[in-house]
């Protein structure tokens, strides 16, 4: 048997993953099974299990690379020496979910919407859901610190409360994009700026 | 036959709406049949239908039961003469989740998650959604306008646009409650107090 390189295996993975989130577009984490998922990435049952072991693992990494990237964002925002101010950094997070959103392959935010609802019925999704989130807003602690610090937030306030704020501007954001359908980064930042100090 | 008075119809309608808000929060909307509903209410198939032709039915009525009280709120708010500051309106808010959240009966903010899952793949539910978002959101919108006439909110920005950021800290709340499960109305409104002007 030929050697399985690394790149294989990579491109593989990458198959199963975009597979079940066809699957959960179509159906919904709840429905979506392992069958379902083999299916659709027509390999075999014993390919697919050498990669992941069940569909709660499937879900970890579709979540592990959606939500990478917007950290990598958070990377260079809190990188400069300059201030950071939290509607820029909003801006720019708004901006990469409405771009990820249109690409090929489907829509990742409605793959999050699908996962914040089978997280309260799934105690692994949960877990999955929580630490991807509580890390994500770990950021948002950091930006609220730098905010404090450059004088543009209330030193006085805890900044995990401001963060909490922060946060929640963005399954506010994609809820709305979805379900209402008119709103953009362009008119969610006008928003923004003119309610944020 | 005795003639069924209209205090037993309400009656029976909340037993159904009830039947199914736990079927719902048990296993999601999508996997929800009315047969799951029927057996969950203790009522003849006869009996639910004539009360609801199809499960659509029953989440416009769980939806109009959660958001008719928010609307309400609204109304209350909006009714002083004095200055309607977003904050104290958005505190109003988020309380009124919390504790409608807690009641007995299951969270309605559980039911709320399903919902935006289950509009993503069902049209008619996304249609129900989309129109109580959107009328909850020109309430948002009023009290934006109100605070551009009192000079809270800058007042050459799109009150549409306000609206939209305002509306958006409730899914954010919601979320963040149930997910990461450490925000309350006192943390969330510390955080939104300390970035609104």
Known sequence: MPKVTEEHRIARRAQIVAAARSCVLEQGFHKTTMADVIAASELSAGAVYGYFKSKEEIVAAIAEEALSAVDELFEKVLVTDGPVHPAMVLERVLNHIAEIADRPGGDVTRIGVQAWAEALRNPVVMEIAGGKYRMLRTRFTEVARRAQS?????????????????FGFVPGFILQRLIIGDVSPETYTAGLRAILR
């Open 150 to 166: 450059d004088g543009t937030i209330d030193a006085g306030v805890d900044p995990e409360h401001v963060a909490q704020v922060l």
